[in-house]
């Protein structure tokens, strides 16, 4: 099974662009690679997801190289309120057996004023 | 549109207790998780059902039970508390399309004295 990897924790500052990394070297050929955000009390809440090349919304980019042993995920501009935990997830959601679902541990991210 | 809704957002137990842990969606989804989430290890997976009737161990699955009998509703029950299961929990479900990402309740924090 895939094992994700990624940093504890990340500072920033607002306006700044940031960029959190997520290991995933033995990720098979067809696990998408999904971002998860968190607040405190509430649940995880989709950003994006990629399965290569980039991927742009409204709120994040997601960049995964030809390899596809890491993404990341792009925040462009941070504000105060983009201060919270984001997850990295590896697998095929709904391919039937959740199990192989690989969450990696969270990036806390605190954006300072 | 209420989404994924746990109850209760706070429980505390004695160890030899047992509850459920109430989650209910109203998004018509097939597939609901649940989810423990400690310091330091991320989310892991307890239970997982991918429609009515059917249910599956994830990685977590001892001193937990779970039933689906309707689409809208997956209680998870714990039968004898102990400190170990001191957690949140989450419960997440999702429309069982292919990579379709999942919806988080908010929680239910659980303490096991």
């Known amino acids: 099974l895939a094992k994700t990897t990624q940093p504890i924790s990340m500072d920033s500052y607002e306006g700044q662009e940031v960029n959190i990394t997520c290991s995933h070297n033995?990720?098979?050929?067809?696990?998408?690679i999904t971002w998860y955000q968190q607040f405190p009390s509430q649940g995880p809440r989709f950003i994006i997801q990629g399965y290569k090349t980039k991927v742009t919304n409204e709120v994040a980019s997601l960049f995964i190289p030809a390899d596809r042993k890491s993404s990341t995920l792009s925040l462009p501009r941070v504000s105060l309120s983009d201060t919270a935990v984001y997850y990295c997830?590896?697998?095929?959601?709904?391919?039937?057996?959740?199990?192989?679902?690989?969450w990696g541990l969270g990036t806390s991210l605190a954006v300072n004023p | 549109n209420a989404g994924v809704t746990q109850t209760p957002k706070f429980q505390v137990l004695k160890t030899g207790q047992s509850m459920t842990l109430q989650c209910a969606q109203d998004m018509n989804h097939e597939y609901m998780s649940w989810y423990r989430q400690d310091p330091g290890m991320g989310l892991r997976l307890i239970h997982y059902s991918v429609g009515a009737g059917i249910t599956d161990q994830g990685e977590v699955p001892n001193g937990y039970n779970v039933s689906r009998s309707t689409t809208e509703d997956f209680p998870l029950r714990l039968l004898s508390a102990a400190p170990s299961q001191t957690s949140v929990y989450f419960c997440?479900?999702?429309?069982?399309?292919?990579?379709?990402?999942?919806?988080f309740g908010d929680g239910t924090r659980l303490s096991i004295l």
């Open positions: 997830l590896v697998g095929r959601p709904n391919a039937g057996n959740n199990r192989k679902l690989i």
């Open positions: 997440a479900s999702s429309s069982g399309a292919d990579r379709q990402p999942q919806h």
């Open positions: 033995n990720i098979a050929t067809n696990d998408y």
